[in-house]
């Protein structure tokens, strides 16, 4: 069976990657183990998150499912740091996640150019021709083979992912499915260098057996923010999430049996997220710490099902049982499923080219955790570029590689193939230099051009984003040719809104025919205002950003052959094989001396 395009995983990569190619015209196929998990929220049931929703709504900028999806089936929504500046407000929202699963298998399902199919894979095929090694297919468990020059591969967490329940391990992908143990074996064969991450989750438990008289209640938002620019408002009756802490008898308990830990005992060697980490790690490591908070967090609408945000751990079931008795509100609680630890193979990766294609075979590419990231958007956002990147190489296209000025979703993939992991990559608005400029809010300004062009967005999404965009041109020029008393004086209402205790309410009140002009239109136009000296005094640097991505490096330059270039300089840049200056000025251990050593060397060859 041949296609175009084929996608190994039905993971948030897979769907992303999928609903991608199909949606540019490649005759596409997704091939999974279970169909009925596709988009599956393994862990916690939320999308978004501060820098996270902010790749939310990239990937809905560029036509991509997850924001369309977890508007249509949240159940609580809240936009976090909402004291603080818009540029650090990130939307989040919990997911009715049987919901969210079978919504994203219906969009799937009416994609054209995509068939979906029920498929566990084993191989990925090879070919060599002369020193170069190219992806022809895969091979699955049940002898099918199937045939296309692109594949992207999204395993999660399935490559020989093991299980840690305390002591007892078995093998699986996420519990109840099995692991990808060949497949692993057919990556190394291919050239693919892989090693070992672990990433946990918390139990769950039987609502109804909590004690709400002792939680305390935590709402959702009055006006409820939506992920889709596709969307102007939300109508949803939100559900509601609790709060509760651990205490002294909780913490001895862990304390009392981290011998029984398997990040404790020795049955764990791989590095987990240190920003997430597993209750018992909290307490060894903030031991001056009293409580530590638990977010209690509905699983849907039709389920009892709860997740204990704040509790994620390896422990034996017999102390999960009683650490959870342990807090309040919870000292009858029933456990539904229990929590444990998983380990699983990823490919570290800086063995990736900027466009998520390996180096090692030609026409295979890698989105989501085999990458070294964790994370349910990280993996929409990879899924997506991989996808689109594998279709516009098959068209004799250039690849699409989003500036770390653009995008979040540039700063993701430049910081994997650059700098490499060293734990599962999660992102934070700390990464982004550029931050101020990708705000979620104008995600669409920034890239839906992009999407059209690459063929990612469709009409009806095209025509909605160019009104918007005419009004917010029309609503700007009004605020530059008309103005407000101001002390003695008169200033342009633009001038006006740029001083921070101004608000667009008082601009209002002076020119009441602009509440024409929607809430989202406004909000666009008073923050550019409000960021417009911040951003002038960036615009040197991302103009520097520039002329260095002009400076591009020949993939097969040898550096050993640079004499003046240090050895660890060699190493690094062999290593990662930077396809510009500019990527290669944030490789670590690279120095000035070296990058200056390296454009003298091109500029004698050019």
Partial sequence: MNFDILIIGGGHAGVEAAAAAARMGAKTALLTSNLDTLAAMSCNPAIGGVAKGQIVCEVDALGGLMGEVIDQTGIQFRMLNRSKGPAMQGPRAQADKKAYQFTMKRRLEGQPNLSLLQEHVEAILVE?????????????????????????LTTGTFLRGELHYGPTIFPGGRSGEAPADKLSQSLLDAGIRLDRFKTGTPARLHGKTLDYSKLTIHPGDDEPAPFSFLHDTLDVEQIPCWLTRTNARVHQIIRDNLHRAPMYSGQIHSTGPRYCPSIETK?????EKESHQIFLEPEGRNTEEVYVNGMSTSLPCDVQREMIHAVEGLE????????????????????LKPTLETRAVDGLYFAGQINGTTGYEEAA?????????????????????????????????????????DEPYRMFTS???????????????????????????????????SRKKAEIDTLQTFLREHKIPCGSGKITLEAFLVRPETTWTQVLAAYPELKKYSASVARQVEYDAKYSGYLAREDE??????????????EDLDYFAIRQLRMEAKEQLARVRPATIDQASRIRG????????LVLELGIRN
Avoid: C
């Avoid at 307490?283 to 031991?287: A, L």
């Avoid at 991989?386 to 590689?401: D, F, S």
């Fill in 541 to 554: 640097s991302v103009a520097r950003q520039h002329r260095l991505q002009k400076i591009r490096i020949p």
């Fill in 128 to 152: 060599s021709r002369g020193e170069k090694r190219y992806v022809t297919g895969v091979k699955t468990l049940i002898g099918n083979e199937y045939h296309a020059p692109r594949v992207v």
């Fill in 431 to 465: 990464r982004a230099e550029h931050r101020l400029r990708l705000r979620g809010d104008n995600a669409d300004r920034r890239l839906t051009a992009k999407g059209r062009e690459l063929g990612l967005v469709e009409n009806v999404r095209w025509e909605k984003f």
């Fill in 381 to 421: 956002g990879q899924g997506l570029l991989a996808g689109a990147n594998a279709v516009l190489t098959l068209g004799g296209r250039e690849p699409w590689i989003p500036g770390r000025e653009e995008a979040y979703l540039g700063v993701m993939v430049d910081d994997l193939v650059t700098r490499g992991v």
């Fill in 590 to 597: 690279i120095t000035p001396a070296d990058l200056a050593v």
């Fill in 332 to 351: 009858k609680a029933q456990i539904m499923r229990y929590a444990y630890a998983i380990e699983y193979d990823y490919a570290p990766p800086q063995q």
């Fill in 283 to 287: 307490i060894v490591r903030f031991s």
